[in-house]
Structures are given as C-alpha cells and as structure tokens.
C-alpha cells in the first residue's frame, strides 16, 4: 500500500520505524508522515503546517484563557535587541552568548551597533518598563507576548529544538518579593493545568538547581515530563527575578512613603515544545494518539459501502447527516468520503494522524439506525444508536482524554526509581526519573552529569530529603532531587 508523506503519495516512507529499533527515527517519521511540520530551505528551522499549528492555537487559546483570567494583558515587543542592552545584566548575557543571533548590517549599510535576534526578551521589556514605571499607583505590571525567539542551535529536532520556535514569554513587576514569588508560583501552577488537563501530560513541578537556573534569576520553577524512552522533558518554566533586571534596568517606583525603590520582577514560559512531548508521551507505532481538547479533527467518520450506487449514496448521505449533527453539537469533525482508498487505508491514515475517535458506518449500521465507535487510544469498539449518539461520541471524547492522562501518569510512576547512589541507574540504562538525597553541591551536580550524562531536573516541591545521603558523594543531604538524562 502507497503511504503519505507530507501529503504527497510517497513509496519512500513505506511505514513508521518502530520505537523499540530506533526511537529518535520513530519521532520523525511520526511528524512526517502527520504533515505537521517540513524543513525549512535554512538549516534548523522548520515550517510549521496547519495540522501541527492548530494543536499550537489550542493550546494558546487554553492558555491564554488563564493568563487573562488572571490580570494578564498581551502585548508585543521587538524582535531585534541593540547590544547594549542585552550587556546590561551580565549574568543574562552570559548565559544566552553562545546562542545568539546578530543582525550586523542594515540594507547596504553596517550597523553601528549589532543587534541580538532575541533569544528572550527581559533585556528589552525590562528597558520599556523603566518608562513606563513611575510610581506604586502602576503595579503590578503584568504582561505576556505571544512571539518567536531565535537560539542558534547546533543540533535540532522538529518541535523539541530548534533555531527558531514559537513560544509566550510572560513579564511581571511587583512592589514586593513575596507578590512577585506569588506571581511565579501562580504561573507555574497555570502550566500544569494546561499541561495536564489539555496535553494528558504528567508532570513534576519543582525548583531548578542553582546549576540549572534561568540565567540572571533567583530562583527557577520548572515542570519536567517524562517522554515514552525515558528521557525527560523541560516543558514549561517560572522565574523569580528578584530585583537583578530590575537594578540593571533602572525599573524604579515612588512608593507610599515617598521613597524610590526598585521593582521586584518574574518571567515565565513555554514554547512548542510542547507540541514534541505530546508526540513523545502518548505516540505508539501506529503515529500519534490525540488528546481530544487538542486534536484539530476530533471524530473521523468513514463510510463502507462496496454495493451498488444507490447503496453506497445512502450510506454516504447517513454519514454526511452523522457528521452535521456532531457539528452542531461542536464537535471537531471530518467525514473521509475520498473515493481513491479503501476504508482499511483510511483507518492507517487517520490512526497515524492520531485522530481519537473513528465512526465507522456501512449498510448494516445504516439498517438498524447505528454505528460503530472505535478508539485511538485502545482500539475498543463499541456499537451505539444513532438516537443521541452525539453523547455517547462526547462521552468517550472525555474518556479518551482521562485515559491518556492516566496511561501516561503510570509510565511515569513505573519509571521513577529511588536510589541511594546515583550508580544503580545503571542496571535501568539511565532510562527514567530517578530520585535521590543530595547535599546541595555543584560539584556533585557536576560529577553526575560527567559520570552519566544525567542531570538534576528539579528539586520537587512536594518531596523532601529521606536522609540516606547525597546520591554522589554521601553526605549529609540538603534537598531531594530527580534526575535524569534529558532533551
């Protein structure tokens, strides 16, 4: 049978690598043979297609609900950073240099000044809130833009890393540090019920390591994913800026009691990546298995008719009548009356796509006024009436949604060992969250990561230290920390 690739018929990508021989390969023809994204004609960038950019606007439509909920406003800043300011927080700077993009020449003139493609933005909003900020009658400044960043990467991957990726970065300034520490908290705990309500993604919220801290923060919250090969997933980050970008920036009020005091600030994002983890946590070797609240076609109908015209014609008009009536009950529907395949190809094509439910109907159904409902998820079929089948198809649209979640909440659980020295992550091949005591010393953090190629992902914020020594050197512990080899 001819497969598809990027919505051409194509003899060269005859099937999706299985995850067991080669998961990295898997991951691509998985996007591939979705249409989600293509290559674009630059090295590392990638042109996101309608199909991998809708679950995108689902996702920010889910988002940015909670961020407006919440006080936040949109706005938008520029995407080219003069050089100076991008010097003015030195820690910043220092951490992004190896990844920035310059701008040198402006049409057939240098430029007296390079200027940073932003890989972040702090540096040009913190220099606009200086401004705009004068006195404790304008705070809290609580803003969002939905945007594009430009990190020069020397390896990439659709969606998990590239050169150039989507993403919202949030900028907040407080009168004190306990609302800014609010303020990172609040967002943080924002992702987790987009990420896990809307994605099915498990996660585990915790504090970055000093090590792994946003560069120029104080302190860094971060939800980590666990994918399906046991590596683990930075999907979403908080941070409390403390005044550093604040000092740097000259972001100053007139308080009250008539003083001038600096602002306390926070920054907070994610990007599509997340759309990888998606890809990652719930995909199986048939392609992609959609969440429904993000999947951009919800119910694929397939009509099965090989009789007579007339036969086939009714079948296709009780389809046609089926999908009018999801439609109005607002579910995300597409009848496949294509002519050219066969309905057995039609089931690959639209399993590969991760479509989470398929109804399938042929002259029996038509017969007795019904239908037949198969899940993505696990395959199960299930025979329903047509007499308030709309019900039964939203109904298993929120199963479908709650078992992916719960399937992915226990490969996390089967994947999370405790360990008492970080070298019994051998006998797991690094595979998985581990959990362990550590005594707080870079040096240990450091040690782990040239000894395995593993690194701290989070200090959870729900656990703390057992007392059975650091993983690495055996010490007295100070945190409890996961770690694991990562993207």
Known sequence: MRQRRFGRVDNVLKEITPKSVDYSQWYVDVIKKADMVDYAPIKGFMVIKPYGYRIWEFIQAAMDAKFRATGHENAYFPLLIPENLLLKEAEHVEGFSAEVAWVTQGGSEPLTERLAVRPTSETIIGAMYSKWIQSYRDLPVLMNQWANVVRWEKATRPFLRTTEFLWQEGHTVHRTPEEALAETRQQLEI????????????????????????????????????????????????????????????????????????????????STRMIGGLIMVHGDDKGLRLPPRVAPVQVVIVPIARGTDEEQQQVLAYARLLKDRLAGAQVRVRLDDRPEFTPGYKYNDWEMRGVPLRIEVGPKDLAKQGMVLCRRDTGEKTAVSEAGFESAVTAMLDAIQQSLLQQALEHQQAHTVAVENYREAEKYGHRGFFEGDWCGSEACADQLKANTGMTIRCLPLDRTPEGTGCVVCGQPSQERMLFARAY
């Open 191 to 270: 992702y987790r019920q987009v990420i896990e309500g809307e994605l099915a993604i498990p996660v585990i919220a915790g504090r970055k390591s000093a090590g792994e801290r946003f560069a120029g923060a104080v302190e860094t919250f971060t939800l980590e994913a666990l994918m399906g090969d046991g590596r683990a997933l930075q999907i979403a980050t908080s941070h409390f800026l403390g005044q550093n970008f604040a000092q740097a920036f000259d972001i100053q009020y007139l308080d009250e009691d008539g003083t001038r005091k600096f602002g306390w600030t926070t920054s907070w994002g994610s």
